[in-house]
């Protein structure tokens, strides 16, 4: 098995809190994970660690076999490290063309002047139009941001991450909000990933959790309490009490 990211006892304490207690887990290359636990678990905290928005207080980080406690965000970006945010970060006057194209730019090391002469770099526009493609937005490519359903939205913001050329996406909530008549759209986009990229999902729709993930780490209290297979956390008697429930 091949390593993407890493941690090793990671701990975050606030004073006298421990938010994140002693946290150690592998995702493999290609991993398809998702992350569960109830609300107050020290999963938001856990992955502002991973991403460098908080410093641990102790513990490693490893993207890749690589240590990058101490790097800041956007170092972790450009090392392969990408998330999406459980609210949307778009431009809403933008078009999904215009957005993509914006990330794909900035992975090629290209200035932020590309909007004026869009049409005029055909890597760019290929790339772009390559990524919304995979993610079924070529139809609204062309229209502003804000006139999209709100699935597509959070279909347009994965598929951003992805143009950023990550090794390792952290998709934090990526059904928040979205109509449940949408939500096998999301399904049908995060199944769309390319397999050499690792996922890790933080998700609240078990649905779509058991749909999606492979391999299933339940916190709770800021600690791994359970890992294993869908049908091992399903049948965990400890997450049923404390998460799932016995339904």
Do not use: W
């Not at 076999?65 to 090392?79: L, P």
């Not at 939500?183 to 397999?195: C, E, K, V």
């Not at 709770?220 to 400890?238: Q, Y």
Request: net charge negative; charged share 20%; with cysteine.
């Amino acid at each position: 098995m091949t390593v993407a990211l890493e941690t090793r006892l990671l701990q975050r304490r606030f004073g006298g809190l421990i938010a994140t207690s002693d946290v150690s887990f592998v995702l493999p290359v290609g991993g398809r994970y998702a992350l569960i636990g109830p609300n107050g678990a020290g999963k938001t905290t856990l992955i502002n660690l991973l991403t460098g928005v908080l410093r641990p207080s102790s513990g490693e980080i490893l993207l890749n076999g690589v240590d990058i406690t101490g790097t800041r965000q956007d170092q972790r970006v450009a090392a392969g490290l990408v998330r999406t945010f459980q609210i949307n970060q778009l431009f809403p006057a933008m078009t999904p063309l215009q957005s993509v194209a914006l990330a794909t730019a900035r992975l090629l090391g290209l200035d932020g002047n590309l909007l004026r002469r869009l049409d005029r770099n055909q890597e760019v526009v290929q790339r772009s139009v390559e990524v919304l493609e995979r993610f079924g937005l070529m139809d609204v490519m062309s229209q502003p941001v804000a006139t999209l359903a709100y699935g597509r939205q959070r279909l347009l913001e994965i598929a951003l991450a992805v143009a950023c050329g990550p090794k390792v996406l952290l998709l934090d909530e990526p059904a928040a909000g979205v109509p449940e008549g949408e939500r096998d759209g999301i399904l049908t986009g995060l199944s769309a990933l390319p397999r050499d990229i690792a996922v890790l999902m933080i998700e609240h729709d078990m649905d779509l959790v058991f749909r999606f993930a492979e391999h299933i780490l339940v916190l709770a209290a800021g600690a791994i309490l359970s890992e294993g297979s869908p049908a091992e956390i399903a049948a965990d008697p400890k997450v049923r009490e404390v998460y799932l429930g016995h339904a």
